[in-house]
């Protein structure tokens, strides 16, 4: 099945999938980080280890995905081979965002070091545009106004759900802060401590903030450079015989190889003592297994929705799941939310019909041109064009 040739009503289908996939990860991972009454922090599991673990999953996953398509495992043997290890620069291919969510994880650590939490998010946010900047320089993706638009009203709309969520936290944050801040300046001169304080804190959120500006476009290239490998289509694979989804399933193969890398080097850099001290699968209960295995689904999820569909509808998909996740949470724990949640959910929900409408248009307006390109009357342009270099004398 062609990417122009999955209906509209499967492209739905694919959406929503994806949002309700994303949507369960988020839910399922914030109450597997739940502190039980009685325990402490060092009961939970490392989420370095579940991460690689979810990577293996996708592996797996994609594998018997594959399996299904070629319905031999002996075929699957050769496929692997050559595709893999054969073709190996085919593969390195896929190292490429792999590293680069290498350096988005670095750059996001020293950015939460060095904002407050609100801050962050919001600006993280800023992915939503740099997305669709990314998307014209490597797809030649050219987006109208009222799409342009539509991504500024879904930015407006995720900052206002976010920061409802997170403004009563990073307020108390600050708040901690700067009691600790007042006992620190007993004893010494208020006033070059305060000068010295606000140039650490100015070049602080400046750093900060370019930092989390670099991660938008880490997320946006790797994203982008991903739907882009999945879109190509080898000659030389079509030769082999190879249907779209088993292509789509190597190229997710070959890209969780590296991802599994990066994530045992997380691992043994984030959490190597504890995990030589406690084991690789500590804190791991029913709920942890069932945050792997959405993981996975996920990816699953979100290949398909860059072969079909694209960056940007992934990006709405995870908007969208936001405010779901949140009004689970209300139903789960029971915590409230205030105008701006409301105001930022119907504006996320605005956005992606406004955004969708626009691609109609921009879809219909181009079949129209392609028929009147196709369908031209006798004496037009379907008549060659002749030059008084190619006119000949009679």
């Not at 670095?106 to 900047?133: C, E, H, I, M, R």
Request: charged residues 15%; hydrophobic residues 45%; positive net charge.
């Amino acid at each position: 099945m062609g990417t122009e040739e999955m209906s509209k009503p499967w492209k739905m289908v694919l959406f929503c999938s994806l949002t309700i996939v994303t949507t369960a990860n988020i839910v399922c991972m914030n109450l597997s980080r739940t502190v039980q009454p009685g325990t402490d922090k060092s009961s939970l599991y490392y989420s370095s280890t579940s991460v690689f673990c979810a990577e293996l999953t996708k592996i797996a996953l994609s594998t018997s995905l594959l399996m299904f398509e070629l319905r031999s495992f002996s075929r699957l043997k050769d496929v692997l081979r050559n595709e893999i290890l054969m073709q190996w620069r085919e593969t390195i291919k896929l190292s490429v965002p792999a590293i680069v969510y290498v350096i988005q994880n670095n750059l996001s650590f020293f950015a939460l070091g060095n904002l407050d939490p609100a801050t962050y998010q919001v600006t993280y946010q800023l992915k939503l545009l740099t997305t669709a900047l990314v998307m014209r320089v490597l797809l030649g993706k050219i987006l109208s106004n009222k799409q342009w638009g539509a991504l500024f009203v879904l930015l407006i709309g995720v900052c206002l759900v976010e920061v409802e969520k997170i403004v009563p936290v990073a307020s108390d944050v600050s708040a901690h802060a700067h009691a600790t801040g007042l006992k620190a300046q007993r004893g010494e001169d208020r006033e070059s401590s305060r000068a010295l304080e606000s140039a650490n804190a100015s070049f602080a959120i400046i750093s900060g903030i370019m930092a989390t500006i670099g991660m938008t476009f880490c997320s946006a290239f790797a994203g982008v450079y991903f739907e882009k490998m999945v879109r190509s289509q080898p000659n030389k694979n079509r030769s082999n015989g190879l249907s779209e989804l088993s292509l789509l399933w190597i190229k997710n193969i070959q890209l969780y190889i590296f991802s599994c890398v990066s994530a045992l080097g997380a691992c043994w850099l984030n959490d190597g003592a504890n995990i030589a001290q406690n084991g690789f699968f500590h804190g791991y209960n029913t709920l942890t297994v069932v945050v792997v295995l959405i993981g996975s689904a996920g990816g699953t999820a979100t290949a398909l929705m860059l072969k079909y569909l694209d960056n940007i509808y992934k990006n709405f998909a995870s908007s969208m799941s936001l405010v779901l996740a949140s009004i689970c949470s209300f139903l789960l724990t029971g915590q409230l939310y205030g105008p701006k949640f409301f105001l930022g959910s119907f504006l996320v929900c605005f956005s992606l019909f406004i955004y969708q409408s626009a691609s109609t248009t921009a879809a219909a307006k181009s079949r129209t041109t392609s028929d009147q390109a196709q369908i031209s009357p006798k004496g037009s342009t379907s008549l060659p064009i002749y030059t008084p270099n190619n006119i000949t004398k009679a």
